[in-house]
């Protein structure tokens, strides 16, 4: 989120002799946006992308998106340039294990937080009970 919102060109690659310059611009999109804003932009990002992989975005949830990104290519070239520099730049545990969250409510259980379901037990005996249990796709356990 610090290289999207900082000057480095959109159609930047990356090369392992720019490390300085990559670092200026993670420093110079940190102090635009802020550590919080950044975090909430990220945790965002990984919401609709869980989303997106189990192709349950919504339209609304999609406009939010591309508010908040509107060149999918400078968010693409940004995230990779992320991920080519993670083995050289510290990374906090708390900003490493940031939540999804969805922007929205949930379109699996539309904002509940749970879902009536067979919860399986034991997989062996064939053990389930019947009831509400936390939604896999928006609680804690449904990161995938």
Same mark, same amino acid.
């Given at each position: 989120?610090?290289?999207?919102?900082?000057?480095?060109?959109?159609?930047?690659?990356?090369?392992?002799?720019?490390?300085?310059?990559?670092?200026?611009?993670?420093?110079?999109?940190?102090?635009?946006?802020?550590?919080?804003?950044?975090?909430?932009?990220?945790?965002?990002?990984?919401?609709?992308?869980?989303?997106?992989?189990?192709?349950?975005?919504?339209?609304?949830?999609?406009?939010?998106?591309?508010?908040?990104?509107?060149?999918?290519?400078?968010?693409?070239?940004?995230?990779?340039?992320?991920?080519?520099?993670?083995?050289?730049?510290? !990374?906090?545990?708390?900003?490493?294990?940031?939540?999804?969250?969805?922007? $929205? #409510? +949930? %379109?699996? @259980?539309?904002?509940? =937080?749970?879902?009536?379901?067979?919860? !399986?037990?034991?997989?062996?005996?064939?053990?389930?009970?019947?009831?509400? $249990? #936390? +939604? %896999?796709? @928006?609680?804690?356990? =449904?990161?995938?």
């Amino acid at each position: 989120m610090a290289l999207y919102a900082s000057d480095m060109p959109t159609r930047y690659r990356y090369s392992r002799s720019d490390d300085a310059q990559v670092l200026d611009w993670v420093s110079q999109g940190i102090a635009r946006l802020g550590r919080d804003e950044i975090r909430q932009r990220a945790s965002r990002l990984a919401g609709h992308r869980k989303l997106w992989l189990r192709d349950m975005t919504t339209p609304e949830i999609d406009r939010r998106h591309k508010a908040r990104f509107p060149s999918a290519r400078r968010l693409g070239n940004a995230e990779e340039t992320a991920s080519l520099s993670i083995s050289w730049i510290r !990374v906090t545990p708390a900003a490493r294990n940031l939540p999804a969250v969805i922007d $929205g #409510p +949930c %379109p699996k @259980c539309d904002g509940a =937080g749970k879902l009536w379901a067979n919860w !399986v037990i034991d997989e062996m005996s064939g053990w389930f009970e019947e009831g509400y $249990g #936390p +939604c %896999p796709l @928006c609680q804690d356990g =449904g990161a995938a």
